[in-house]
C-alpha cells in the first residue's frame, strides 16, 4: 500500500481513497479532533497531555475495535428507512440524534429540525420499542409528549477534567 497523508483533511479527497485509507483517515481524525465532532475541524493541544492518535498502538487499538465490533452492522441509511427495515416486536432502537439546536454538528443538511417531528410520527407507530435521549428543550418536550418523558441530569465533559452540568430528557415508547 502507497503512502497515505492523513493529517490535511483537503489533501485528500474520499472518493480516491480505498476503504482502508478511508477508515484509517476516519480514526485518526476521531481520535485527533476536539471531541470526535466531524464539522469544524476542532483540534486542540495541551502541553501536559500527548498526542491522542500513535501509530505504533494501531494494530492493538484496530484489534480491540474490531472485538467490540464483531457482532454489529453498521448502517448508513436516512433514520426512517433505517427504522422500517429493522423493526420487528423484539426490537430496541437506542437513538441519539443530534440535540435540538445542534443539528448541523454532523454535517449540513443531514438531520434538520423538520427531522424530529418525523421521527416522533415514526416512533409512535413501531413494533419495538425506543430509548432516545435528548437535551431538555421546551420543543423537544412539545414533539414527543406522546411518549414517556424523564429528565435527567448529566455532565459533558470533551476534555475529562472541566465538566458542566446540562439537562437531558431520556424519551422511550411502545
Known sequence: MGSLCIANQQSWRARVLTDLERA????YLQRTAFGGKV???NFGVS????????????????????????????????FGQLINTYDRPVTLFYLDS???????????????KSDFE???????GI???FLL??????????????????????????????????????ISGR
Not at 50 to 76: N, P
Open 133 to 170: 435521549s435528548l437535551n431538555d428543550t421546551p420543543e423537544v418536550r412539545r414533539i414527543f409528549k406522546r411518549f414517556r418523558i424523564e429528565a435527567v441530569e448529566t455532565n459533558y465533559s470533551v476534555n475529562g477534567r472541566e465538566q458542566r452540568k446540562a439537562a437531558e430528557v431520556l
Open 98 to 112: 443530534p440535540y435540538w439546536g445542534c443539528e448541523s454538528d454532523y454535517g449540513d443538511g443531514i438531520f434538520g
Open 127 to 129: 413494533k419495538g420499542r
Open 39 to 41: 464539522k469544524g475541524r
Open 47 to 78: 502541553p501536559s497531555i500527548g498526542g491522542r492518535f500513535d501509530v505504533v498502538k494501531l494494530s492493538s487499538m484496530l484489534e480491540d475495535i474490531h472485538e467490540r465490533l464483531s457482532g454489529v452492522v453498521i448502517e448508513c441509511l436516512p
Open 24 to 27: 484509517a483517515r476516519f480514526l
Open 118 to 124: 418525523a421521527l416522533a410520527a415514526q416512533l409512535a
